[in-house]
């Protein structure tokens, strides 16, 4: 806030207000006095603080290991807030940046040094030893490298230590986006622990939680960082850096939080759900911790909306009312988050491992799907959380952007629409519907969902072309900051796609990963464990969209070559997947036989397998087809485009072109002709040695992309590289 609005105050004798420091101590303190205080209330009512029927780990345990829970969600919290905050809503360089990734970094530091109490308190818990107790160091060592919960909180902890070295040394925004992206991750292996650790629902749980995670972290620590930065915005920026605008990046973050909120929201609701197991169940003590958890929810939102009505547009003439407001929103979403922690501590109405379920779904993590039929593999569903919300957002947020350009006055091919609509709605099928209730039941319908989600989903996205789209929707950002636009320029442009965007990596990746993944520890993996089986999908998606892109795709990032080529590389790697579906077809050798066997002893696992190969080889030559003739009406269109250039460029300048053409090759005929046909044809090019204006209309060069899309489009500017102050 500019000097001029304190003097006023002054002058209108209301009293000087805090200093920022002690304004923000006291609301950190609050808010963590709020948290351990809900926490304990609502653990003491659960039964979370009593001795479990497993036996009684001690009040240490008891009483430390939620209270250091609570302390590394609030230290997680602020450290994916500050990252994030300095990566999507900061302008850099500025004062208000640095803040926020220096208290990310301190904040990793506490993260990590309370995920370590954690985990051994965790490990107390469960052995029922004490640190010092005979054969505990064997004992922990065991629970932190070979149980999933105790790999998962180790994996935690080096990686928020991780994140504490790295942010202390970041000076730049590729930097801070790294440490988001590190922190968030940090984050995933907590969704394994809890009650999401249980087999019941297991996929739902751990999905859900993840999501609650990160909604909640961002949401929180977003709020939580901006009030610590908000004493340095809104005055002249020193030398060398960027000044920070209050109110621009106060409805940046209100933005975030919206779609965090619902995020919070969704998620809490559907792990809350399997959790419960009925309505009937809320009156459950943990049913009550979750209706006292809706409660707060709404209230935040009341907060927010508050803030949207009130407080921000409010903003350019006083910050009192938001700063307020903020702190207690600030100390109610700690206490939430302390119920969360006493949510996880508390025994459930739907016990973690259903006893009823059978080894097949407890393997599963979900109910066995009916015997497949061709029917019932269109009709099945299997919800994934992630993939929903992912395919969903992709669909929704494409149609707004064509809406967007058409309010604008601006065409956007319905081709590419129809494409990017049906890319979606087969996503969907392929992560939530048949294919995936089937996907791991057995080898060939694993491989009828794999070739689809490699082979038949990308080239459908890919023709959507949605950076294109992005960046001609998108609003640029003018203070230094990176919003969506800046980072997919920035990704776009960065060494990293232009290495994977390479036509022979992209081949390889799509095609080697084949080999690499069935033939290695990592197709039992993905088959076994949850975050396995989504980083799989992650990785044929994306080979598959990489590929795709470089044949037939026109937005920036793949490096495209010339028509030619990119048919003899297609056909290259498809001789490549048929030669994989042989081998499958020939082999006899079983892949994850004991997995297959667990979930349908009766079936004869080889010719299932050798059925896959019939897929794999089978399946690929439909979409093969399609992208051959994608490049080839790639190739003819950029023929057209060519020949229209060159007209117009021969109508412009009467054909100097052409003219300085015949020009070099007379020369060149010159220079080859014998010495004595050399003297007698000085200065006059022969027809044969020439070209008319109908010789050019033959293709010249291939490269151009197959969408009018070149540089001179209206976004022009669009392509260019965000400033280079990375
Ligand atoms: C609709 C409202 C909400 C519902 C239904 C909900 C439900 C849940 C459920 C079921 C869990 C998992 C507990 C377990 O392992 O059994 C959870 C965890 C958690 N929730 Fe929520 N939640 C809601 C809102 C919030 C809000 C507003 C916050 C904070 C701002 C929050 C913070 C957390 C945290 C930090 C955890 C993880 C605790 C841990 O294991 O460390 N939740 N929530």
Redesign the pocket.
């Given at each position: 806030m500019s000097a001029p609005l304190r003097g006023t105050r002054e002058r209108s004798g209301t009293p000087a207000p805090t200093s920022p420091v002690t304004t923000g101590a006291a609301t950190a303190a609050a808010s963590l006095c709020a948290a351990l205080a809900v926490l304990l209330l609502a653990l003491a009512s659960s039964g979370g603080l009593d001795p479990s029927a497993l036996g009684d780990p001690g009040e240490l345990v008891r009483y430390g290991l939620p209270i250091a829970?609570?302390v590394?969600?609030l230290a997680a919290a602020l450290t994916v807030g500050g990252f994030v905050l300095a990566t999507t809503v900061l302008p850099h360089p500025s004062a208000a940046w640095t803040r926020a990734v220096r208290v990310a970094a301190v904040a990793a530091g506490g993260w990590a040094v309370s995920a370590l109490l954690v985990l051994v308190l965790t490990a107390m818990d469960v052995i029922g030893a004490a640190p010092g107790a005979a054969g505990f160091g064997a004992q922990f060592a065991q629970f932190a490298q070979s149980i999933d919960l105790g790999r998962a909180l180790l994996v935690t902890t080096v990686l928020a230590a991780v994140v504490a070295t790295v942010g202390a040394a970041v000076t730049s925004a590729n930097g801070a986006a790294a440490g988001a992206v590190l922190s968030i991750v940090a984050l995933l292996p907590?969704s394994l622990?809890?009650?999401?650790s249980g087999s019941a629902s297991h996929e739902t749980a751990v999905s859900s939680?993840a999501m609650?995670?990160i909604g909640?972290t961002v949401?929180?620590g977003g709020l939580a960082a901006l009030l610590l930065v908000l004493p340095l915005t809104g005055r002249p920026a020193a030398a060398g850096e960027r000044r920070v605008d209050l109110v621009a990046i106060t409805s940046r973050y209100s933005r975030i939080a919206l779609w965090a909120f619902a995020a919070?929201?969704l998620s809490?609701?559907i792990?809350?759900a399997v959790?419960l197991g009925s309505v009937s169940a809320l009156t459950s003590s943990y049913g009550v911790l979750?209706v006292l958890?809706?409660v707060?929810?709404v209230a935040?939102g009341g907060l927010g909306a508050w803030h949207r009505r009130r407080t921000l547009p409010a903003l350019a003439t006083s910050r009192r009312a938001f700063g307020r407001i903020a702190a207690a929103e600030l100390v109610l979403?700690s206490a939430?988050?302390g119920?969360?922690?006493a949510?996880?501590r508390?025994p459930?109405p739907v016990p973690d491992d259903d006893p009823a379920s059978s080894r097949a779904e407890d393997l599963l993590g979900e109910p066995l799907p009916p015997p497949v039929t061709v029917g019932r593999w269109f009709t099945e569903v299997s919800p994934d959380l992630l993939w929903i919300c992912i395919a969903g957002l992709a669909l929704v947020g494409y149609l707004l952007g064509v809406a967007r350009l058409r309010r604008r006055g601006d065409a956007w091919p319905v081709g590419r629409t129809i494409w990017w609509v049906l890319g979606c709605l087969a996503l969907f099928f392929v992560t939530s519907g048949g294919a995936a209730a089937y996907g791991r039941t057995s080898f060939s319908t694993h491989m009828l969902q794999h070739m689809l989600l490699a082979m038949v989903v990308p080239p459908m996205l890919v023709l959507g072309a949605p950076v294109t789209l992005a960046m001609r929707t998108l609003k640029p950002r003018r203070d230094g900051s990176r919003g969506a636009r800046e980072w997919m320029l920035t990704v776009v442009h960065s060494r990293y796609l232009a290495v994977l965007g390479h036509p022979v990596v992209a081949a390889v990746l799509f095609g080697g990963s084949l080999i690499v993944f069935y033939y290695s520890p990592l197709f039992e993996l993905a088959l076994r464990t949850h975050v396995g089986h989504e980083l799989m999908m992650v990785h044929f998606l994306g080979t598959g969209f990489l590929f795709a892109s470089v044949l037939i795709g026109v937005d920036p990032g793949a490096h495209r070559p010339a028509y030619p080529m990119r048919l003899i590389l297609l056909l290259a790697t498809m001789a490549f997947h048929a030669f994989f579906g042989v081998a499958l077809m020939q082999g006899t050798s079983l892949l994850a036989p004991d997995w297959f066997a667990t979930l349908d002893p009766t079936a004869n696992l080889l010719a299932d397998q050798q059925r896959g190969g019939d897929f794999a080889w089978g399946m690929g030559e439909v979409p093969t087809l399609v992208l051959v003739l994608g490049v080839a009406i790639g190739w003819s269109r950029s023929d057209t485009r060519e020949n229209r250039r060159a007209d117009r460029a021969a109508e412009r300048d009467g054909g100097r072109e052409l003219e300085a053409y015949n020009a070099m090759l007379s020369q060149l005929a010159q220079r080859d002709a014998p010495p004595g046909a050399r003297r007698a044809s000085a200065g006059t090019p022969s027809p044969a040695d020439t070209l008319s204006p109908a010789d050019t209309r033959a293709p010249t060069d291939s490269r151009a992309p197959t969408d009018s899309l070149a540089p001179t489009d209206s976004v022009g500017e669009a392509w260019t590289r965000p400033p280079a102050d990375g």
């Open positions: 829970r609570t590394h969600d907590l622990s809890g009650h999401a939680l609650h995670l909640v949401w929180v919070v929201a809490g609701v792990n809350a959790r979750v958890k809706v707060a929810l935040l979403m939430a988050m119920l969360g922690v949510l996880s508390s459930t």
